[in-house]
């Protein structure tokens, strides 16, 4: 199995494999629970907790800027894919339309199926995250998180909310699903932080 899907690389990449990763050939299929499937027309994401309600429909996230970025994976279960191909909404550019109110400091991502995961808001506003509906020139398949998933890069990739459906917007960290599940609440690959104890 490692040979043929996964291979361990020779060296770090240039600082681009986090320690105890494997190259991955293909894009690995991991969800908790079963895959959601509904139309884009369906999407929509709500705005709430600290910050002025309101909601993005497929067509308003449309209209906002799109961006085409190339971004590499780290999944906390070991696997790093590079060069992945992503088009979607910056979360800079879909913060320009939401007021937040004082004292927001982290968000909670919320998917259809109930799946949640944290974010402090510095991680979360950061140009290089997406609202993904893209991927390497297709619409993103609902295995992986299609119509719409977020797209964190610099942390493990379970911080990247697959069905993206609310952003709730907090004034302290509260975990998540797999964070109350014993994973680490930040999730930086490349300091190792897979458990709560990393």
Known sequence: MLGKFFKKPHDDLGGRVP???TLAARFPVLTYGPTQHYSPQEVVV???GLAE???FTWADLLALPQATLTHDIHCVTHWTKLDMLWTGVRVTDL???V????GASHVM?????????????EDFVRPENLLAHTYNGQPLEAEHGGPLRLVVPHLYFWKSAKWLTELEFMDSDRPGFWE???YHMRGDPFAGQ?????
């Open 53 to 55: 309600p309101r909601q």
């Open 19 to 21: 320690p105890g990763q």
């Open 99 to 102: 007021q937040l109110r004082p």
């Open 46 to 48: 709500k705005i709430t």
């Open 109 to 121: 991502q919320r998917s259809v199926g109930g799946y949640t995961t944290n974010l402090s808001l």
């Open 95 to 97: 913060m320009q339309q």
């Open 194 to 198: 897979r458990y709560d104890d990393d």
């Open 180 to 182: 109350k599940n014993g």
